[in-house]
Each structure stands twice: as C-alpha cells, then as structure tokens.
C-alpha cells in the first residue's frame, strides 16, 4: 500500500477487552508493545515520545486509544485527538465515545484515554489516520504523533482482525473457509480473498 508511515499499517495491541475510560491503566493489560509516536509526527528526524495502543471492539466497531508518555516525558492534557484523513471514508476526526480522560501520575499528566466510533465507516482499513496529543518541552510544548502527512508520516490501523473464522463469498462457494490468523500480508490493509480453504491475493 502506499498510505500510511512509510508503507506501515498496524493491528490494535487488543482486541475486546472491558476498557473503561477512568484515567486509569490497569484494564489495558500489557503495555510492552504499541504504535510509537513521534515529536512533530516525524519518525524520521525527531525523537519518539510516547506510545499509542488501540483496543477493538468487533462487535459494536468502537475503537479505544491510549496514549502514554515514554520515560522521560509528560504530557500537556490538551489537543488530544484521533483523525481520518480518508476524504472517501468519512473524513475528519473520529466522534468519541463518551469524553476524553486523562491519565496523572502525581500532578503530571503521563498520558490520555478515551473511545471512538468507526460505525459510519465502510471499510475494516482506516488507511490514513493520526493520533495526537501535546507535551512539555523546557521551552514550551510541543506535539507528539503517529505521524503527520508533511513527512508522509500518516499510519494505517488495519480492523479486519476480529477474532472469529471469515467465510468470504468466494470460499462460501467453493464450500470451505479461511484462517484470519492466516491472512498473507497481515497488517498491511491488503485485500485478501477466501477460495476454498487458502488466502489469495
């Protein structure tokens, strides 16, 4: 594909677990592996900054963000937001599910949580999306993202990986079924058809 930072689209980190928006972390499981997000959405020439992890939810297609601060930084709490850029898929930010919380550690704010609906969307490939926050600089602030499109930066979230067996029309037809788990190209949003009981692309 050619959306997306550098070619890279990404799973969410978990899928239907209870994420209750608190400002707390403890429903969020494992922390050990998200979507890195950079100063200035730029992976190329700036430092990382935080770290974005995405829960989807399959059956009512609500997707839940959490943005944490790597070691070393703090956020501002403000300018917190998820954005399609897809003008043949909705366009502009995705409606939140209830408000924004921010997550504290003392009086500094280390990260923000909160969930989003993609009901209104068609496709299980949100191909060019950013997820935002702000934080604090000696000198200021400054933004933290997964990418901005000013460095062909902008990331793809790939939601087809819902935890159950997919029958396509075609595999339907040839009486068999396909493996998700077994999707070529995983992760990278690229448009798999079942035949019969094997993936083609």
């Not at 909705?90 to 919380?101: E, I, W, Y």
């Amino acid at each position: 594909m050619t959306d997306g930072r550098n070619g890279t689209s990404y799973f969410p980190t978990s899928t239907d677990r209870n994420i209750i928006i608190d400002g707390v972390l403890t429903d969020w499981g494992d922390l050990s592996c998200g979507i890195p997000m950079y100063e200035a959405g730029n992976p190329f020439d700036k430092d990382r900054i935080s770290t974005a992890f995405i829960n989807w939810d399959c059956a009512t297609k609500t997707l839940c963000i959490l943005v944490k601060a790597d070691t070393g930084y703090y956020l501002t709490g403000t300018d917190t937001w998820f954005k399609n850029y897809d003008s043949d898929n909705g366009g502009g930010n995705f409606a939140a599910v209830g408000s924004l919380q921010n997550i504290h550690d003392g009086p500094n704010v280390i990260g923000w949580e909160g969930c989003f609906s993609t009901t209104s969307y068609t496709t299980g490939c949100l191909k060019n999306v950013e997820i935002n926050a702000n934080f604090l600089k000696p000198d200021g602030s400054g933004t933290t993202s997964t990418g901005k499109s000013n460095v062909n930066a902008r990331i793809a979230l790939d939601l087809t990986n819902c935890p159950t067996t997919t029958t396509s029309s075609s595999s339907a037809s040839a009486g068999g079924v396909c493996d998700e788990s077994e999707r070529p190209n995983a992760g990278k949003c690229e448009e798999a058809i079942c035949v019969g009981s094997s993936w083609v692309l």
